[in-house]
């Protein structure tokens, strides 16, 4: 089946610092990944869609300079928080779909990011 | 307002009992529900995506229901094993948006 590859599983940096997260769909092609953040026992919070080819879309609260989006291509989107800091810990799971998927799609879920900021 | 919700909060039984977990939702219009299994520090899996006009659908030991009158899916876990301790997550797809996410139901089976 369809696999969306996450990476890096886990990453510790410093607070100030900048991390990049990247989400592959390896063997199907996606115009659109989501990007999704989950604190300790509660559920998926969407963050951003990223649309290959143009700007992301921002959920409401979510800051667009501080957590930077880019779809360069049909199979790679990349997360980057600028800046960290310890509030910015959590864990970060991407999304693909088909490109040009019916509504019931089958959505495929990366592996998720343990980021820790120190 | 669309939402999801789901009960148990938790859940513990015994390996090789079955269990079933509940979701409402007040999604509109209603376009999928999807079950997804969540284990600990990783991504969430599929297990089962149902339209309005499926009213069951089955994977394995994992069964679910749809009933779109009420609104209401159910996730029935046959024979449950060890690796099935987990978070369950009912997520409900409104027509042309995106995945409305319930709090998920952690299960916990025991030896």
């Known amino acids: 089946g369809a696999v969306v590859s996450q990476h890096p599983s886990r990453v510790i940096c410093k607070s100030g610092t900048s991390v990049k997260i990247e989400c592959r769909s390896l063997d199907f092609q996606a115009t659109t990944m989501f990007w999704y953040r989950q604190f300790p026992k509660q559920s998926l919070m969407l963050m951003a869609t990223s649309n290959e080819g143009s700007k992301a879309t921002y959920e409401q609260g979510v800051e667009k300079d501080k957590f930077l989006i880019n779809h360069a291509s049909l199979t790679l989107s990349t997360l980057t928080v600028t800046s960290a800091h310890p509030e910015d810990s959590s864990f970060y799971i991407c999304s693909a779909r088909y490109a040009g998927g019916a509504e019931n799609t089958e959505a495929f879920f990366g592996q998720g990011t343990r980021l820790t900021v120190v | 307002k669309n939402q999801v919700e789901q009960s148990p909060q938790s859940l513990i039984i015994l390996e090789g009992k079955n269990c079933t977990l509940q979701?409402?939702?007040?999604?509109?219009?209603?376009?999928?529900l999807r079950w997804y299994k969540q284990d600990t520090g990783r991504g969430p899996v599929s297990l089962t995506i149902m339209t309005f006009s499926e009213n069951t659908k089955s994977n394995g030991r994992y069964t679910a229901t749809l009933d779109a009158d009420t609104k209401q899916s159910s996730l029935h876990i046959t024979a449950s094993q060890l690796s099935d301790s987990a978070s369950y997550i009912c997520v409900v797809t409104p027509y042309g948006q995106n995945f409305v996410f319930g709090p998920g139901t952690r299960l916990s089976v025991l030896p």
């Open positions: 979701c409402n939702y007040t999604v509109s219009p209603f376009s999928n």
